[in-house]
Each structure stands twice: as C-alpha cells, then as structure tokens.
C-alpha cells in the first residue's frame, strides 16, 4: 500500500525507519515495537538515501545528523505529551499529522485522555493495514483529513473534539513541507480550536536552513522525493505569538534536549548564516 501514498505522506515512512533504527541501539532514548511494521519497505530506502546525504563517505559531514535529531525530537515530545496528559485537566490530545507514529501503541496514558489522529486518508488506511488487530492504549479517535482543507475543524468535532476543554496539540514534522501562507493559516485554525491554557508543541527550522550551501545534500534529496523544505522563520516565538501562543522555543543540544545525544554545537541565537532546528512548546494565550 506505500506506492498509494504521495511524495509527502511517504516522509511518515522515512520517520519510521528513523525510529526503528534508534530502537535497536542499546542507548536508545525510547523504544516503538511497532517502528519496523510501520516503515515497511519504502521507510528503510528512504532511510538509506538521508544517511548517504548526511554521512558521505571520505568527506566530513555537515548536515544534520538526521537519525540524532529524529531520536532527539521523539523523545521530546514523548516527554511533552505525557506531561501534558498527567495534567487532571487535560482530557484531549491531537496528533496532526500522525504520520506513523506509534504513542497511542507504546504508551502509557491516563484513563481521562481522548487521543485524536489527524492526517490524510492515505496515511490513515496504510497504518491502519500496517497495525492490524494491534489495540491502542488510549480512547483513540482517527480523523481522515487534510489540514489544508476547508472544513477539517467540523470532521474533528464530528469525532468527539471539544472546542471547549483543554487540549494539546502537537504538530511533528509538518511545518517544514507548507508554504509560509499556509503555515499561518494551519496555526490560526488550530488556534481558533484550543481554549486558553491549552497546550502546543511543533518543530521547525530557520529560514537559513533552507538555502545554506552545506544543507543542499539534504536538502536535494527531499526536493527529489517531490516534497521540498519550504518554509522556516528565525523568530519561531514571534511566529507563534502572532497567532495567540505563548512558547519557548529549544534547540536540539540544549540543556532540555540533548539527552547525550546532540553530535553538534548549539548556536547562540544571536549567531547568523547558521542552520537551526527549534522544538516550539507552549501553551494558547
């Protein structure tokens, strides 16, 4: 069923073969049982084609590290979401894209939470053929939808969302592939569905990431896939605030993420010219 899926949902494949190579390291940061499954065949191509960029041989890298980053950014965010979901208030989660993610499976989480999946028909159906009879560990809600679309907030209602009551968002892995007009958009909308208090993390590069000469690896083999890096800011707090968030906004290697793992120097925000990835967290105003 992979072939079914587009130049961008195939990147959920990618992520994938990402985390199951991460599981089978004895230092792994977490461990997804259910990473292999989801890759299928297409992930660990994909997979091969990132470490050629990133790792060429007799030359010294200068890209990302992409499998430390990928096991950094999972970790993260698992610990953001269930910090989240201890919270006695916080009775809702949304994952959007969900891509192959697996928490909803090897998570642990509490009986008050409602876990919702958002991403396209066809991302859905291959996890879902993927999965099988494998059960969630959560009351888990699939929704069907692309972000872009123009009523995708009734769908998620439709399946049991609440407006109203706290929830957190996590958008991973999905703001690097929209157009910068698009990504306001996506951020207004989810804004306009989360009631103060509410929660929100997402990640997100700068804008010279997008153009440094020694990110054109990387960069050739997305843009070769059909789904190019199109957008990032410097100023992702700013970013967020205009659309009525509160956030930090943490680099890979920084204290709150590194976890021994970070291969690279953290530039001080100050520095210019250099590549940034940010993990933005933080909550509705």
């Known amino acids: 069923m992979s072939e079914e899926l587009d130049a961008v949902e195939r990147t959920?494949?990618?992520?994938?073969?990402?985390?199951?190579a991460e599981t089978a390291r004895e230092d792994r940061l977490y461990s997804d049982p259910y990473a292999v499954l989801l890759?299928?065949?297409?992930?660990?191509?994909?997979l091969r084609e990132v470490r050629e960029a990133t790792f060429p041989?007799?030359?010294q890298r200068t890209v990302p590290s992409t499998p430390d980053y990928n096991a950094i950014r999972t970790r993260f965010f698992d610990d953001f979401l269930q910090t989240a979901a201890q919270d006695p208030q916080m009775h809702q989660i949304v994952l959007a894209p969900a891509g192959m993610d697996s928490r909803a499976y090897r998570l642990d989480w509490p009986s008050h939470i409602r876990y919702f999946e958002v991403d396209r028909p066809a991302v859905l159906a291959y996890k879902e053929e993927r999965l099988g009879e494998t059960r969630p560990r959560v009351d888990h809600r699939s929704i069907a939808l692309d972000l872009t679309s123009p009523d995708w907030e009734r769908e998620l209602t439709a399946a049991g969302y609440d407006p109203e009551q706290p929830s957190t968002w996590l958008l991973e892995g999905l703001l690097y592939y929209i157009p910068g007009d698009d990504t306001h958009r996506v951020l207004d909308r989810v804004a306009a569905l989360m009631t103060p208090g509410s929660r929100i993390a997402?990640?997100?590069?700068?804008a010279a990431a997008l153009t440094l000469p020694n990110m054109r690896?990387?960069?050739d083999v997305f843009a070769g896939?059909?789904?190019?890096?199109?957008?990032?800011?410097?100023?992702?707090?700013?970013?967020?605030?205009?659309?009525?968030?509160t956030v930090e906004a943490t680099q890979p290697g920084e204290?709150?993420?590194?976890?021994?793992?970070?291969p690279d120097p953290v530039p001080d925000r100050s520095d210019t010219g250099v590549r940034r990835v940010f993990f933005v967290h933080g909550r509705r105003s």
Do not use: M, Q, S
């Open 217 to 219: 690896e990387l960069l």
């Open 202 to 206: 997402a990640d997100i590069v700068n």
């Open 225 to 245: 896939w059909g789904c190019p890096w199109l957008f990032g800011t410097d100023e992702p707090e700013a970013l967020f605030d205009a659309h009525g968030f």
């Open 39 to 46: 890759a299928g065949e297409g992930g660990p191509e994909l």
């Open 12 to 20: 959920a494949l990618l992520t994938a073969a990402l985390r199951a």
């Open 255 to 262: 204290p709150a993420a590194d976890y021994g793992r970070w």
């Open 57 to 59: 041989k007799d030359v």
